[in-house]
């Protein structure tokens, strides 16, 4: 089983500031995901980013796809307290089903 | 907008009882799929389903796990005897496609199992 590792594993930042999320694992990526997901609620797809090097931008939220498929950012500017939450990745390796990382999980304060 | 629905949304159970959770994947999707989340910790997946078999499952599908699709919609997980252990939310996803762009899942809302 492919293993993948998200860090930091908590992180508590006032409202107005940026943040970064990492997502690692020490094999290719088909293709990877991240979601959010509130307390007692299923995650919710926020991007899917297949191709090296790729870039999305979802208003305030950047994603980048490592070149080398390995590794994944989640980019926050200007966060604010409704980006509170469990932000996950989920990477698809070849010949295998999605698997998910621990999550990091964001407090956002007012 | 078409979402993948569940039902029972909390299910309460004695230890050795049997329990079926419950999915309706979104209608044009092909690939179904159970994953769990015990309290606290990540989201595992348990078993992925297509063309009306399974494609692929983890350790933790076991002979007391077993999936179908009676009719068509919906999508279903049994748990032959449930175990203490097995208290977890329940959160089933389904996909256009396997992977890629396409192969976004897209998930329900899940079913709390608490095992008594």
């Known amino acids: 089983t492919q293993l993948l590792e998200q860090s930091p594993q908590f992180l508590s930042i006032q409202e107005g500031e940026n943040l970064t999320v990492y997502c690692n694992s020490s094999?290719?990526?088909?293709?990877l995901q991240w979601y959010r997901q509130e307390p007692g609620e299923g995650p919710v797809l926020l991007v899917t980013?297949?191709?090296?090097?790729e870039v999305k931008k979802l208003k305030r939220l950047t994603f980048q796809f490592g070149d080398a498929r390995k590794d994944s950012s989640l980019h926050i500017t200007a966060a604010q307290p409704g980006d509170t939450g469990l932000y996950l990745c989920?990477?698809?390796?070849?010949?295998?089903?999605?698997?998910f990382g621990p999550g990091t999980r964001l407090s956002v304060l007012p | 907008e078409p979402e993948v629905t569940q039902t029972p949304s909390h299910q309460v159970t004695q230890m050795g009882q049997e329990v079926i959770l419950r999915c309706v994947p979104i209608?044009?999707?092909?690939?179904f799929y159970w994953y769990r989340q015990i309290l606290g910790q990540k989201v595992e997946f348990l078993v992925s389903?297509?063309?009306?078999?399974?494609?692929?499952k983890s350790e933790i599908f076991d002979d007391q796990f077993s999936v179908e699709r009676p009719d068509g919609s919906n999508f279903t997980l049994k748990i032959r005897s449930t175990k203490l252990e097995d208290s977890a939310m329940y959160f089933c996803?389904?996909?256009?496609?396997?992977?890629?762009?396409?192969?976004?899942?897209?998930f329900g809302e899940g079913s709390r199992l608490t095992v008594l």
């Open positions: 389903f297509y063309n009306n078999e399974i494609s692929e």
């Open positions: 996803a389904s996909s256009l496609l396997a992977g890629g762009v396409s192969g976004e899942l897209f």
């Open positions: 989920a990477g698809l390796f070849y010949g295998q089903n999605f698997v």
């Open positions: 094999s290719v990526f088909s293709s």
């Open positions: 209608s044009n999707h092909l690939y």
């Open positions: 980013v297949v191709t090296g090097g």
